[in-house]
Structures are given as structure tokens and as C-alpha cells.
């Protein structure tokens, strides 16, 4: 009588899909798996980049599409989703038409005159003619024929070849970027779902809670970042513009791109922004641009 009570109850509570409650997983094999997981990413961090970048403009744009499509319920979210990728695509579309011929015809230029550049860095920051070190004397001639033989020897030891490949991997991660940003804006949700379901089912209730407590945060951190990279380049195009520096459309997004490397970053830009202030003829010039480095470095921490 009691074993068929509780088979029955068994039953039933298999019926109202009740299943029995497991042992968590110790902390020890999720921290393995962990590393794991951690060192395979980092192991093919290349080929996940397209990915992370997709991964991350669907996430910013996600919100914008849940509010647009509730004020237009009679259309799918996937029109919706659909629409907000093709005016996207437009405002990329234009940027590259209007920024990649200036920033093509910069590089071209920049390498053709790189032979003057050097010797012209090397010229400001000796201005004696000569450098004396471990008690012998180099003149400038020397090390300035010595930096571009080192230069032609690293271009034509393979870094040349690997340069080229690394262009043409970049313009196909681009187009798989954008596939891929079509994909996470209209199923960024059932994938987010997907994903959570991978996680062990003692640990969803914290994981879930987890995402909704961080995702506002890493959206705003993600923003930031998009809105630092285009304050300092847009600032630093337009001043660089007013002083007539060479290459200002090419040195202003570099400068803005370098925003994204923590630390080493921002020494980058002043060293840029300082070797352009050299580039000056008169010295109120020279220190005007020269002024950029802190004042820039200064708005993006305090005020951006």
C-alpha cells in the first residue's frame, strides 16, 4: 500500500514536471572548466574578434530595438531588428566612402615619404647633429640610414608578408562582422537564452540575476567606449586640421583607436601629438599643439 502511495506520488510529481533536486556542482570543476574555457579563447582570440565586436553593437542596440518595436507591435520584432541593421549599414557605409579614401590616400603618402619622416625625428630630437653613447660618437646620417636598413629588414623578413595578410584578414572580418551583427540583432535574445541553458540548472536563478544586475553597467562601459574613441579622434582631426599637421585624418583616428589600450594607450597619443607639435615651424604653433596632449587627456577623465 505504501509503495504504490509513493510510486503514484512519483508520478505525479514526474507529471507536473518536477524532477529531483541534484547535487551542486563543488566550485572546484566549474573553476577548471573556467580556465579551460578561458585559455581556448585566448588561444583563438583572432578568429573571435568579428564575433565579439558583433556580439557587442547587438547588445548596445538591443534596447533601442525592444523600444522601437513596442510602439509598432503589428510589426515583428525581426522587421524591426532588420530595419535598425540597414540604417546602420547606411551611416557605416557613408563614414567609410568619406573616411577610407582620405585615410588610404595618408598611408600611401606617409610611406612614400617615410625616408624624410625619419630622418626629420631623428634631426628634432638631436639637435647637436650627433649622439654620443658608451663613450662613442654617432652622427645623424648614421642613425638615421641605420633606422631605415633596420626598417627595410623587418618589411622584407616576413613582417612585410604578414602585414599584407593581416589587411585582407581584417577586410573579411569586417564583412563577417556585419553577417554576424545582422544574426545577434534579431536572435540576440533566443541565443542569450541558449546560452544561460548551457550553465548548470542549480546555478541559473544566480547567473540570470547576475546578467540583469551587470548588463546596464557593461552596456554604459561599451558605450563609453565608443563615445571616448570618437571624442578624441573628432578633437583631435579638428585641431590637428587648424594647425595644417600632414596626415591629420590618419593621426586623429589613431589617436582615437589607441583609447582602447589601457595605460600604454594614451602614452601613445601624447608621443604622436608631440612628434606632430616638433613638425611645427614657429614656436607659438609648436606649443599651441603641443597643449593638445594634456587638455585631451584631461576632458576624456574628467568630463567624458
Not at 279 to 304: G, K, N, W
Amino acid at each position: 500500500m505504501e509503495e504504490g502511495k509513493a510510486i503514484r506520488r512519483a508520478k505525479g510529481g514526474a507529471a507536473r514536471g518536477k524532477m529531483p533536486k541534484r547535487h551542486r556542482i563543488p566550485g572546484w570543476p566549474m573553476a577548471a572548466a573556467a580556465a579551460i574555457l578561458f585559455a581556448f579563447l585566448y588561444y583563438v582570440r583572432a578568429v573571435l574578434l568579428p564575433f565579439v565586436v558583433a556580439a557587442a553593437l547587438g547588445f548596445i542596440l538591443s534596447p533601442g530595438i525592444d523600444r522601437l518595436h513596442a510602439r509598432v507591435r503589428a510589426v515583428p520584432r525581426w522587421v524591426v531588428a532588420l530595419a535598425v541593421y540597414a540604417a546602420l549599414l547606411a551611416v557605416f557605409g557613408g563614414l567609410g566612402y568619406w573616411a577610407v579614401p582620405v585615410v588610404a590616400g595618408d598611408v600611401a603618402d606617409l610611406t612614400s615619404h617615410a625616408p624624410d619622416l625619419i630622418d626629420r625625428i631623428i634631426h628634432g630630437a638631436l639637435p647637436g647633429g650627433q649622439l654620443t653613447f658608451l663613450g662613442e660618437t654617432y652622427q645623424v646620417d648614421m642613425l638615421t640610414q641605420g633606422a631605415l636598413g633596420a626598417l627595410r629588414g623587418f618589411l622584407t623578413g616576413g613582417a612585410g608578408l604578414a602585414l599584407a595578410s593581416g589587411g585582407i584578414a581584417a577586410v573579411f572580418g569586417l564583412f563577417l562582422t556585419l553577417v554576424l551583427l545582422a544574426y545577434f540583432l534579431v536572435s540576440g535574445r533566443r541565443l542569450a537564452r541558449g546560452i544561460l541553458w548551457l550553465v548548470p540548472p542549480e546555478y541559473r536563478d544566480e547567473v540570470r540575476r547576475l546578467g540583469v544586475t551587470l548588463a546596464p553597467i557593461l552596456r554604459r562601459y561599451f558605450i563609453g567606449l565608443i563615445a571616448i574613441v570618437a571624442y578624441a579622434s573628432i578633437v583631435s582631426w579638428i585641431v590637428f586640421s587648424l594647425f595644417h599637421v600632414p596626415h591629420a585624418p590618419l593621426l586623429a583616428i589613431t589617436i582615437g583607436l589607441l583609447e582602447l589600450i589601457p595605460v600604454l594607450g594614451p602614452v601613445v597619443s601624447i608621443v604622436l601629438i608631440c612628434l606632430a607639435a616638433a613638425e611645427q615651424t614657429s614656436v607659438l604653433l609648436m606649443a599651441s599643439l603641443a597643449a593638445l596632449a594634456p587638455l585631451l587627456r584631461l576632458s576624456i577623465d574628467q568630463l567624458i
